[in-house]
């Protein structure tokens, strides 16, 4: 019997966090999506793009906790992307790109508020990331779904995303699909 729990973050341009959960054992969906804006109505990715609707780019993970805790994803998260960065990571600059946890209950805020405290000893500068609980997720349009498995050559993929996939190889081999 499985324990099917989501989880909704935001880490910079969600193509970047989708690919990287797409790998972990235990998630069975990944979508992206925007959060955390104060404009009612489904948003664009043209209008998310603008700054000005409040809203980040992030994923929404469907996970087997009996597989992958909620935990463990918060520690893949947490160092597959640079928590460090307010509203930016790399090139990319904007409120659209700030790392956030948007939790779904009391529980997932306080494990949030745990692998915050146990991951900020290994960064030398602050974490930023924002801890707010979700209101309202947006499915982004299709174009923007599977993005690196659509298109893997792709300039902003090679350049931005294959790193980030070899970090996760690198750091959590044990919590891969095989």
């Not at 973050?9 to 959060?35: D, I, M, N, P």
Request: hydrophobic letters at 30%; one cysteine or more.
């Amino acid at each position: 019997m499985s324990n099917i729990q989501v989880a909704t973050l935001g880490g910079g341009c969600f193509w970047c966090t989708e690919a990287v959960f797409q790998e972990v054992e235990g998630v069975e969906k990944v979508v992206s999506g925007y959060s955390g804006g104060t404009v009612p109505g489904h948003p664009t990715y043209r209008e998310i793009c603008s700054g000005l609707t409040g809203h980040a780019e992030v994923i929404q993970i469907t996970f087997d906790a009996d597989v992958i805790s909620y935990q463990d994803i918060l520690i893949i998260f947490m160092t597959t992307h640079d928590p460090t960065t307010l509203n930016q990571q790399g090139a990319d600059r904007g409120t659209q790109y700030r790392s956030v946890i948007y939790f779904h209950d009391d529980k997932q805020e306080q494990i949030a508020k745990n692998v915050i405290d146990e991951i900020s000893t290994y960064y030398e500068n602050p974490i930023v990331t924002e801890n707010s609980p979700l209101n309202v997720f947006y499915e982004a349009e299709a174009e923007h779904q599977n993005y690196y498995r659509t298109h893997p050559t792709q300039g902003y993929c090679s350049f931005v995303i294959t790193p980030k996939l070899t970090k996760l190889r690198k750091l959590h081999s044990d919590k891969l699909k095989a």
